[in-house]
Nanobody, 125 residues
Framework: QVQLVESGGGLVQAGGSLRLSCAAS????????LGWFRQAPGKAREFVAA????????YYADSVKGRFTISRDNGEATVYLQLNSLIPEDTAVYYC??????????????????WGQGTQVTVSS
């Protein structure tokens, strides 16, 4: 079992930044992949970024590439999502999730096994 708790969401003006955190607990193997997803009102949950737990390999959705950065704290079981140059279209509930195998580039929601409760990000224009 893996437990995930997100934090760091909030209200920010367009052009601003936020850093989201995802604290993981439980049994986590180096082969696991940690992903971030988001869900805006009335829309499907969509992939944002992913990182392999063992290394530095990352993968991003085109819509956030160059603006968002996923990283991991080696000393803590925490993964971060740095959100820069935010736009109103980034407004959503952001979720972290873990999948126990597979590849970074398979980004379907159904690929992921464990989910956090989400943190709200609101970007005002």
């Amino acid at each position: 079992q893996v437990q995930l708790v997100e934090s760091g969401g909030g209200l920010v003006q367009a052009g601003g930044s936020l850093r989201l955190s995802c604290a993981a607990s439980g049994v986590i193997f180096s082969s696991y992949i940690l992903g971030w997803f988001r869900q805006a009102p009335g829309k499907a949950r969509e992939f944002v970024a992913a990182l392999r737990w063992s290394g530095r390999t990352t993968y991003y959705a085109d819509s956030v590439k160059g603006r968002f950065t996923i990283s991991r704290d080696n000393g803590e079981a925490t993964v971060y999502l740095q959100l820069n140059s935010l736009i109103p279209e980034d407004t959503a509930v952001y979720y972290c999730a873990v999948k126990t195998g597979g590849t970074l580039t398979r980004v379907a929601r159904s690929e992921y096994d464990y989910w956090g409760q989400g943190t709200q990000v609101t970007v005002s224009s």
